[in-house]
């Protein structure tokens, strides 16, 4: 079975960058559509990112332009490289896979195509 370790997150102040990275094993990365989600406290997981294994990307609103994936197919992982942090980005974030086929070569953000998630890791952005 795929399983995915998140690592990185850690407190930084407004405007600050930050890399999270998502270690794979079991499968190769190439094979799977891998999408980032993120929860807020008292929130609902909420979709931030995608990426197919043909390498196209999806990004919400509220992060498209300071947040890109990106893979390195050597060490099979996956990171998620974050700019001009907000408080409102602060969260935990995970990595997450799908096994279900529709999800082979589409991002779809709503939380029930993904099952196969990450342990998370925190970001905290504040002043």
């Known amino acids: 079975q795929l399983r995915l370790v998140e690592s990185g997150g850690t407190s930084v102040q407004p405007g600050e960058s930050l890399t999270l990275s998502c270690t794979a094993s079991?499968?190769?990365?190439?094979?799977?559509?891998i999408g980032w989600f993120r929860q807020a406290a008292g929130k609902e997981r909420e979709g931030i990112s995608c990426i197919t294994a043909a390498g196209f990307t999806l990004y919400t609103d509220s992060v498209k332009g300071r947040f890109t994936m990106s893979r390195d197919r050597d060490k099979n992982m996956e990171y998620l490289q974050m700019s001009d942090l907000r408080p409102e980005d602060t969260a935990v974030y995970y990595c997450?896979?799908?096994?279900?086929?529709?999800?082979?070569?589409?991002?779809?953000?709503?939380?029930?195509?993904?099952?196969?998630w990450g342990q998370g890791t925190q970001v905290t952005v504040s002043s």
């Open positions: 079991g499968y190769h990365l190439r094979h799977w559509t």
């Open positions: 997450v896979a799908s096994s279900y086929r529709k999800m082979d070569n589409i991002c779809d953000l709503n939380s029930a195509n993904w099952n196969n």
